[in-house]
C-alpha cells in the first residue's frame, strides 16, 4: 500500500520541523507539543500546497510560522520553572575544562540558546548540514545574507563564549 504524500514530505523533511521545535520551545514536552502543532498547521495547509514548490521551503515557513504563533501564544501563559532546573541551566552553561566532544556540543548549544530567534535558526539550519543556498531559499533571503549572518553568528558565538569563561 502506497504511503499518503503528506506522511512521506513529513518523513523528508523531519530534520527541520525538529529544528524549529528546538529553536523555539526548550523543554522535551513543549518541543513535542510545538512539533504537534506544525503537523497539525502543515496537514491544514497541505490542499494549498503547490508540488512543484520546494517541499522543504515550503515545510520551514509553516513550521517558523507556527512556532512563533506558539511562543506568542506561551508568553500570555504564567511560566514556572523549578528553582533546581534554574541553578542546572545556569551552571551547565558557565562550565568549563576540558570538555569532551559531546560536552562540547552540548555547550555550543547553549550558546546557540542565548542568541535571538532568527540567528538560532540560521545556525541551526548551517549546523544541520544545510548548503548556503538552501538557507537563502527557506529563509527568503539572498546568498550574500546568509554568508554575512552566519560570520556575524560565529563572532557573536565566540563573544559570549569569551564572556563566559571570562567569568569563571
Known amino acids: 500500500m502506497m504511503q499518503h504524500p503528506f506522511l512521506t514530505m513529513i518523513e523528508q523533511h523531519s530534520a527541520a520541523i525538529d ?11 513543549d518541543r513535542e507539543d510545538l512539533r504537534q502543532d506544525i503537523v497539525l498547521n502543515l496537514w491544514r495547509g497541505w490542499a494549498r500546497y503547490r508540488p512543484t514548490a520546494r517541499g522543504v521551503t515550503w515545510v520551514w515557513r509553516v ?15 504564567i511560566q514556572t520553572i523549578s528553582i533546581d532546573d534554574e541553578v542546572n541551566q545556569h551552571d551547565s552553561v558557565f562550565a568549563v575544562g576540558n570538555p569532551s566532544h559531546n560536552e562540547q556540543v552540548d555547550h555550543l548549544h547553549e550558546l546557540i540558546t542565548l ?20 538557507i537563502a531559499c527557506m529563509l527568503g533571503i539572498s546568498l550574500t545574507n546568509v554568508q554575512t549572518r552566519l560570520s556575524r553568528i560565529r563572532k557573536h558565538l565566540k563573544e559570549i563564549n569569551d564572556k563566559i569563561e571570562h567569568r569563571t
Do not use: M
Open 115 to 134: 542568541l535571538p530567534t532568527k540567528e538560532q535558526q540560521l545556525i541551526g539550519l548551517y549546523l544541520d548540514g544545510w548548503q548556503h543556498d538552501e
Open 63 to 77: 513550521a517558523v510560522n507556527t512556532g512563533i504563533s506558539w511562543r506568542r501564544h506561551r508568553g500570555r501563559q
Open 19 to 29: 529544528h524549529v521545535c528546538r529553536s523555539f520551545a526548550h523543554t522535551a514536552e
